[in-house]
DNA sequence: TTGTAGGCGTTATCAT
DNA sequence: ATGATAACGCCTACAA
């Protein structure tokens, strides 16, 4: 029972023009005289006639399409990224193809060569996972060899090239700040957790340790951990650490709320004996008991500058568009600390 | 600096054979000779070609695209319900166009004929939003209307028609339980919270109060409370209410942790003086403290369920396909109850 | 202002 | 087993 598709010469036939004419009316032209406008929307309006798009793509090589690649979109902080990326995308009418990468290079690669092999107009990469470490140039390559096809965006990530556009946080200051703010307050040992080794994860370590040289502390290698993202895991692993500690910064607020159940577990006063710092803000920082101190990442900023300059790229095929715009964190403060 | 494109007569020319053949080689039809096609591959793996979607598309009116549409991607329950979809999908050799159309149904109609309009395979609509509140018959006439173009899948909502398959949970069944249980453990005055009439509450409603009804408690309307879908608000909700009451099962985790941070307010022991649970047993469960009781949906099975089915109706043209499926839920119990 | 015709890259139906 | 050719539906010079 498949409606009957109907196409452009049924319109044109309808209408008494020619296909071309039917095609400058959808395609808004100004040689059209209004009175044949007017018959032919007339004709479209109302056996509701839309252009095929496949045939549209074919011509003219685009489908106003963006992929939009996430390690996994089962993450508040990729699936609110994916909804201002989406919701400003089809303010200008273009739709997005998803895509869920995983961590390892491998699916990337494999992801990133799907959705090329789609036409999209553009590729965003969400996360700071696709820009790799830093050490490993090239472990970045292929964004850079997708880029030859296609303009890339990358979200919460700094990849050069040309054709890459990036769109990151400030995440070392935000972190000296908070860092700065803990030892002002008197916190000496100050732990700071990570899940990875990703770029983001990295300038918020260079910002720890920029704060501590800052303030004549010694650096412990005992106090930088390495954990896994789930807050049992990073709950049960403090319980192993040696080393007495004060304070706790987070990679993100998943973690934080493990700091915080290793505190409840400890029977610790927060933040008296135990001040705990998250990052992005999500609604888990919410979520518990004391409410977490946590560093917004305004992630809606972040990704409605990325989509303007994806537009002004592919559509206005603007120049001079910026490869790396830096958008600042914000702290907001709760209850896991005493600022 | 874009990449030449290569098409399929670029490969018949090298490979000295028609363009039919390439076509055939490209989609393994056996009327080839094993020699031409190691020729034929041969070319195509050194110039890496790939067939032009977009003719394919034109030629066989399918892209293998299925269109998802949520309400809003920033939410655990529906992103993680995206994540098994698309991978699922994707293990198929389906992408997916991911649309976010708000609760309003104006919205929920332009992004059914937007995605109508991209000639996907399928379209996936998740939530009980979708499913209406069962008063109105109309509002959810426009998906059978989509269903008449294109298979239409609802998760987590139940509507009838033609080419409309639905896969629940039996959440009648699941707040009946639990209900009975916290009865059975002496509590009387259950509050019910709800953020929405949508198909989903209504179920769960419904299992609440045939509980009561089967254990000769009468049905206070001041326990059955609407509420706005943020903890805090739900708390502050909570602190209005005239009555007493001991117990609060709540139709997600978020409105659940709101009443926890109303105890918390309090001063009440949970889960001694007041109980709680909620519901699809989201990481925002473990986040509070004590860690909640939670409903959980089995949200991945419903999502394979689904895309098995779709796969069966689109591609293996099955035509004695389940219409309704159920899912049964899991109590999954933690420290807010004292089952 | 309007119409004609060629091209976009496939797939599929014929012949051969 | 292979090749020639007609769709598929649209856009856009170019002609009128």
Do not use: W
């Not at 159940?261 to 135990?274: H, I, N, T």
């Amino acid at each position: 029972m498949k409606k009957d598709v109907i196409n452009i010469y049924d319109i044109a036939e309808m209408a008494k023009v020619s296909i071309a004419t039917v095609s400058r009316v959808v395609n808004g032209s100004d040689k059209v005289s209004e009175k044949t406008r007017k018959k032919v929307m007339a004709v479209i309006e109302e056996v509701g006639y839309t252009p095929n798009v496949f045939a549209q793509g074919l011509g003219l090589n685009t489908m106003h399409t963006v992929g939009i690649i996430v390690p996994t979109i089962s993450d508040l902080y990729m699936s609110s990224a994916v909804y201002y990326l989406q919701e400003k995308l089809r303010s200008y009418g273009y739709d997005c193809i998803l895509s869920c990468s995983g961590f390892e290079l491998d699916g990337k690669q494999r992801h990133v060569n799907m959705l090329l092999s789609k036409h999209v107009d553009a590729l965003i990469l969400v996360g700071s996972t696709y820009a790799g470490n830093g050490e490993h140039v090239k472990d970045t390559d292929y964004i850079r060899e997708a880029a030859q096809s296609v303009p890339v965006f990358v979200v919460n990530g700094n990849v050069q090239g040309d054709d890459v556009y990036c769109t990151v946080n400030d995440d070392v200051k935000a972190v000296y700040d908070v860092t700065s703010k803990l030892i002002e307050q008197g916190r000496e040992r100050i732990v700071f957790l990570t899940d990875s080794q990703s770029y983001s994860a990295i300038k918020k370590r260079k910002g720890y340790e920029q704060a501590l040289e800052d303030h004549d502390i010694p650096l412990r290698p005992e106090l930088e951990m390495h954990v896994v993202n789930r807050m049992h895991a990073v709950r049960d692993q403090l319980a192993e650490c040696k080393v007495p500690f004060d304070a706790v910064i987070a990679s993100n607020d998943e973690i934080a709320v493990g700091a915080l159940k290793y505190a409840f577990k400890k029977g610790l006063m927060v933040p008296e004996e135990l001040a705990v710092v998250g990052y992005n803000n999500c609604s888990i920082a919410i979520a518990c008991e004391p409410e977490l101190t946590s560093i917004d990442n305004h992630i809606e900023d972040i990704c409605y500058q990325t989509v303007d300059r994806l537009i002004a790229v592919i559509e206005k095929k603007e120049t001079n568009i910026e490869h790396k715009v830096v958008i600042p964190c914000e702290l907001v403060v709760r209850g896991t600390t005493e600022f």
